[in-house]
């Protein structure tokens, strides 16, 4: 079955940076779009980033575009989101999620939502002076 880890939370100062790692195992195919979602209290499950597998096409919400950065590294199947110029509003649990696709395709919009096929534990970050 398809695991998902990530790595990298923790707790880092307001203006800092944090890379956080989703590694994936037993991946079936090719094509899919793995996206990082967060989530705090009182709040819904929110994207800031998604991945193509098959094209490294990225898309990237207002409220972190500019200052968040995914990248992919195939071949040790991991995707690492770089996060700069971090305020207490970043502070929420972030989760990577792999979505299927039938074919390679450009992302898009909607495969950042909270539509995924496997989702990781999740890593807390925690941004506070």
């Known amino acids: 079955q398809v695991q998902l880890v990530e790595s990298g939370g923790g707790l880092v100062q307001p203006g800092g940076s944090l890379r956080l790692s989703c590694v994936a195992s037993?991946?079936?195919?090719?094509?899919?779009?793995i996206a990082w979602f967060r989530q705090s209290p009182g709040k819904e499950r929110e994207g800031v980033s998604c991945i193509s597998s098959s094209d490294g096409s990225t898309y990237y919400p207002d409220s972190v575009k500019g200052r968040f950065t995914v990248s992919r590294d195939n071949a040790k199947n991991t995707v690492s989101l770089q996060m700069n110029s971090l305020t207490p509003d970043d502070t929420a649990v972030y989760y990577c999620?792999?979505?299927?696709?039938?074919?390679?395709?450009?992302?898009?919009?909607?495969?950042?939502?909270?539509?995924?096929?496997?989702w990781g534990k999740g890593t807390l970050v925690t941004v506070s002076s």
């Open positions: 999620g792999i979505r299927k696709l039938t074919r390679p395709v450009p992302i898009r919009p909607l495969f950042c939502e909270p539509r995924m096929d496997y």
């Open positions: 037993g991946l079936p195919l090719d094509n899919y779009v």
